[in-house]
């Protein structure tokens, strides 16, 4: 099960998605929202394919993710799985991205960042879903444990 001390990072973090080609060039892309399936160890993350178009083509093909999600407190975690399936968002989690989308431009907006440049991204909505079964989980916050693999 995906360890609760993780949640509150999973539920009101920001963060990327990544994927590596067979050949090892990475890309990544944007998370806009995600859904969390704690008992059977499954995240989907949204993200936007018009912004996404390789990363996509490439995580379909590999089928490997490296999800990290941070706090602005520096809390964080990298979540690694293989791909179960890319699928068109839902009304559900089209709301939910958009109440992640507002949080994380007012937080930006709070740091100084203008608001304008923000929303180039964060201002519309995404339109796919990743869901992947998570295999390893490693703390990513600075200090000692920073790396450490999580029991789950």
Request: some cysteine; hydrophobic content about 30%.
């Amino acid at each position: 099960m995906i360890p609760e001390l993780t949640m509150n990072v999973l539920t009101t973090g920001f963060g990327h998605v990544g994927t590596a080609t067979i050949d090892k060039k990475s890309y990544h892309t944007d998370t806009m929202g995600v859904t969390v399936d704690q008992q059977n160890d499954t995240i989907s993350c949204f993200v936007k394919s018009s912004i996404a178009e390789e990363f996509l083509k490439n995580v379909n093909e590999t089928k490997k993710i490296s999800f990290y999600l941070g706090l602005e407190t520096h809390e964080a975690y990298n979540f690694k799985g293989t791909l179960i399936e890319t699928y068109d968002l839902g009304s559900e989690e089209l709301s939910q991205s958009e109440n992640f989308r507002k949080s994380f431009i007012d937080k930006m907006k709070s740091m100084g960042l203008p608001e304008d440049g923000i929303k180039k991204i964060f201002g519309n909505p995404p339109d796919k879903g990743l869901k992947f079964k998570v295999e390893k989980i490693f703390k990513q916050t600075p200090g000692p444990e920073a790396g450490q693999e999580l029991s789950f």
